[in-house]
């Protein structure tokens, strides 16, 4: 019935495209009630009339925001925003892009999972001289190019379960009205000059560099910069130019004013180098004849915004600026555009007398074998290939799990098939056999008042511990944006869990009070590690919930959730039930003898 109503409604009130939106809610019904609510994957790429957002999506804020909605507007000012950088369509998404874009979502769902209001953004940067030259090679106008990327892009963001509330492209209407009142601030408020401006100026990087940020490529005999490694060449141009210079002392501030200002501290040191000295001022447009697919400086056609200072507006214009803004919470980037987002946004917002991101969120690359990625060497990592082959949510896992801020990740098939098989032998070992018609024939689920003045071993009282400092020592890495070490104290539960559960063999004697105890504290270490990985992989802790008979989680403090009986039923109501039909949760991959051999090894234990 809520699917006729549901699909009936789009009909009637959605205009275009409606086939494919009623497949799309259709499917995402399906998984409601196959997985909880905690499943579906609502996406803008296929977006929901307003009334139907309401009921599937996690926000439309900026669209309240938008139609004059005066409670909405108390909201904004309390929500969490977190954004990704805005990835550049000259060229197919890849892992990189998929990495990031997994991590903002991950944090995103955890601080929904802690009760925070979150407004988590991410979109397509498409203005450029690379982009420019993509869209002339491959024949066709700038701004079609443009669509069939971002198409990908979004397309990627479906496929690795990330769902943002707002999806934005540089090429919109709304952002060129927000960086032409973007500018127009730093010129009312005397920040801008026109100037001769002489510099190394980078093709690749598309923009110039100081000096102190290049040398010599003893190989080649070119000027490259020092940190991407890029060629460059001495540049003379009349632009339009930014006084950073006087803005050094406030962003110095900014940076001193918490200690997570930029995350982890080994990027931070290198910011703090860079602002050892006084900043130069910065070029902030280029020439209309050498940069033609990008938006003009307002009143001046003859040169065109610096696509640096065009995509980092895309923060503001995402929130309705300059009707509505709001310092973003975390900003998640790459250690490769890190100058721009702590140095150069910073600076160009307190120019506009706007307060700066509370923290910038900092990771390494990814590398393939321990070699960096290239076109070139074909080594690139396809995201869709890589959920093509063991799923959404294993693909999440996996990233997630190998991940450290301040290191590059390494991808290797042979990694990833050990980790996602662990997952499989230790989750999803655990849930199968504990809920097996031989252990627990009638299908309960107790409460932990049947057993907390019995007797117990210390094995089950270590796991019982365990299970009630798991959250803590969880929340402290979560929250800090290193997921992979927080998913380690959960894997190491799970193996004491099985270990736990292996040495009482309650197979033997289903019907004692020992192992009843026993299959009781699995099914609770199991849901409070299936609630704590929830926002790593939502689809299979979905499942989990919904094989011990649990509702997809609603408003309840996770303090309250995370310990031994948290989601116990009151004394007196009906008893609950488990599931016991049988599924597979983890799907491992499908490995060749050769894999196989290669793997044994190489393997290493994973362990905290």
């Not at 009339?49 to 139609?67: A, G, T, V, Y």
Request: proline fraction near 4%.
């Amino acid at each position: 019935l809520l699917l006729v109503v549901v699909v009936v409604t789009e009909m009637l009130i959605c205009k275009g495209d409606v086939l494919r939106r009623c497949v799309r809610v259709g499917v995402e019904v399906g998984a409601w009630f196959r997985g909880g609510i905690g499943s579906m994957t609502v996406v803008p790429s296929v977006p929901l009339c307003s009334p139907l957002k309401r009921l599937f999506h996690s926000s439309n804020l900026r669209e309240n925001i938008q139609n004059g909605d005066d409670d909405d507007d108390d909201a904004w000012k309390k929500i969490m925003t977190i954004s990704t950088p805005i990835f550049y369509v000259n060229a197919a998404p890849h892992i990189g892009h998929a990495y990031t874009s997994i991590l903002a979502d991950c944090l995103s769902r955890w601080h929904r999972l802690l009760g925070d209001k979150v407004f988590f953004t991410t979109g397509t940067d498409e203005h450029g001289i690379k982009v420019q030259t993509a869209a002339d090679r491959a024949g066709v106008a700038p701004k079609v190019f443009c669509d069939g990327v971002s198409a990908k892009f979004k397309d990627m963001m479906q496929v690795c379960g990330v769902e943002p509330d707002y999806f934005i492209r540089t090429t919109d209407k709304t952002h060129a009205t927000a960086v032409n009142q973007f500018w127009n601030q730093l010129k009312k408020r005397n920040m801008l000059f026109k100037g001769e401006h002489c510099g190394w100026y980078s093709d690749t990087d598309e923009c110039f560099y100081t000096d102190r940020q290049i040398e010599k490529d003893e190989k080649s005999g070119n000027m490259i910069a020092k940190e991407t490694r890029a060629v460059v060449r001495f540049s003379v141009e009349e632009n339009y130019m930014f006084q950073m210079s006087a803005m050094t002392d406030k962003v110095r501030k900014w940076l001193n004013s918490s200690n997570d200002s930029i995350s982890p501290r080994k990027y931070r040191n290198s910011v703090e180098e860079f602002l050892s000295d006084t900043l130069p001022d910065l070029s902030v447009s280029r020439s209309a004849n050498v940069l033609t697919w990008g938006i003009p400086v307002p009143n001046d056609p003859k040169h065109t915004i610096y696509v640096w200072v065009d995509a980092l507006v895309n923060y503001l214009s995402a929130q309705d600026f300059p009707r509505k803004y709001r310092p973003l919470h975390t900003h998640i980037v790459g250690k490769d555009i890190l100058k721009f987002h702590s140095v150069y946004w910073p600076s160009l917002l307190l120019a506009c007398g706007l307060d700066p991101p509370r923290r910038i969120l900092t990771h390494g690359h990814w590398t393939k074998d321990g070699i960096k990625m290239s076109k070139s060497i074909g080594n690139v990592v396809d995201p869709f290939l890589e959920v093509a082959a063991v799923g959404t949510d294993c693909f999440r896992f996996f990233l997630m799990h190998e991940a450290r801020l301040g290191a590059d990740g390494d991808y290797s098939t042979i990694r990833r098939d050990a980790v996602v098989e662990d997952l499989a032998n230790t989750l999803g070992n655990l849930l199968q056999r504990s809920t097996a018609k031989r252990i627990n024939p009638d299908a309960f689920y107790a409460s932990w008042s049947m057993f907390e003045n019995g007797t117990k071993t210390d094995e089950q009282i270590s796991l019982a511990q365990e299970i009630n400092s798991l959250l803590k020592k969880v929340e402290v890495e979560y929250t800090a944006g290193e997921f992979g070490r927080g998913m380690m104290h959960i894997m190491h539960a799970l193996r004491e869990g099985n270990k736990m559960f292996q040495d009482a063999a309650p197979w033997e004697t289903p019907n004692c009070v020992e192992s009843k105890l026993c299959v009781y504290l699995t099914y609770e270490l199991v849901r409070v590690c299936g609630l704590l990985l929830s926002p790593i992989i939502p689809s299979i802790s979905a499942t989990v919930r919904a094989r011990l008979g649990l509702l997809p989680v609603a408003s309840a403090s996770l303090q309250d959730m995370c310990v031994v009986g948290g989601e116990d039923i009151p004394n007196g109501s009906t008893p609950r039930s488990i599931s016991q039909e049988k599924v597979i949760l983890v799907q491992k991959p499908s490995q060749t003898d050769e894999k196989k051999k290669t793997r044994e090894k190489t393997k290493t234990k994973m362990s905290i």
